[in-house]
């Protein structure tokens, strides 16, 4: 080691100390600006009455296929409506679906992991058995599987059987990761201690294995929201997400901007570029996460 090394290492240490925020930023410095450009999508989103420049429904036949100008700064769609604003509310619908059906997966996952290392034997056995089937399938497969055998179901404007097709994927890989750390756990003593004392095994589950299997969960809490932001922008272009006129970025690169491609590029700039930079935005923090929180990656 350098003389100068040691300082640095102190520094670190200081900050760390002081504020792990901050002692994030410092070692993930990517994973900081992806953190950012999360939260200016989630602020977006939450704020899009006030941060859209028009209304993403509001049909203007004078201002049909406009190409990017000083009054619209992403052009126009085919229906002569403001394709920035239709990105800011889509970024509302991506995030929404993205996290709600990411946090359903992932938690029952989570869970079935947990029980699955628990109880061990047959009923482990059992349960990976029915996690391999799941997990034979494509994604998108099952995904679209699903979806086709639920329907619609509305609640407060809200696709529920949507959200539960993009959450079936998302479950049996979660199950696995959290499965493989509660198998350590419950190998440790005071698992044993607290099943000696007579503790139920919903409590045992619950209450003492679960919040130790955290880490991992948020790990792969933040990779499932990128890819159930790209599974609803998938099944909203094949038609089986999202309906019109619901602003989605999925629904922007389908029916007409696939016709008017070539005479307006932009329709299908904007909106892949949405999708892009989300979902990048999503692994890039979920990896800067599993780097700061899996002792296996740190230096």
Not at 125 to 141: A, K
Not at 177 to 197: F, G, H, K, N, W
Request: with cysteine; net charge neutral.
């Amino acid at each position: 080691m350098t003389a100068g090394a040691a300082p640095v290492s102190i520094e670190v240490q200081h900050i760390k100390r002081r504020s792990p925020l901050a002692a994030f930023c410092l070692a993930q410095p990517l994973g900081a600006a992806s953190g950012v450009a999360i939260v200016v999508m989630g602020l977006g989103a939450l704020f899009a009455e006030y941060a859209a420049p028009y209304d993403p429904v509001a049909i203007d036949f004078a201002g049909i296929l406009s190409p990017p100008n000083w009054a619209h700064w992403f052009g126009t769609d085919a229906f002569g409506r403001d394709i920035l604003s239709r990105v800011v509310y889509g970024a509302r619908t991506a995030l929404a679906i993205g996290f709600l059906s990411a946090f359903l997966g992932c938690s029952v996952g989570a869970i079935v992991g947990v029980a699955s290392a628990y109880y061990g034997g047959r009923t482990d056995i059992l349960v990976q058995r029915v996690m391999d089937v799941l997990l034979s399938f494509p994604i998108i497969v099952l995904a679209l599987v699903v979806v086709a055998m639920l329907g619609r179901f509305m609640v407060l404007g809200v696709d529920v059987n949507l959200i539960l097709a993009i959450a079936v994927p998302m479950l049996p890989r979660v199950a696995r990761v959290v499965r493989s750390s509660a198998l350590t756990i419950r190998e440790l003593p005071y698992i044993d201690a607290v099943r000696v004392q007579g503790f139920g095994h919903a409590r045992i589950i619950f209450r003492h294995m679960v919040p130790n299997v955290v880490a991992p969960y948020l790990i792969m809490l933040t990779a499932s929201i990128a890819q159930a932001i790209l599974l609803e922008a998938s099944l909203s272009f094949l038609g089986l997400g999202v309906a019109e006129p619901t602003p989605s970025w999925g629904l922007m690169l389908s029916g007409n901007a696939s016709d008017f491609y070539r005479e307006a590029p932009w329709m299908i700039l904007f909106p892949g570029l949405a999708i892009s930079v989300a979902v990048f935005a999503f692994n890039l923090f979920g990896d800067s996460l599993r780097d700061w929180l899996d002792p296996k990656f740190k230096v």
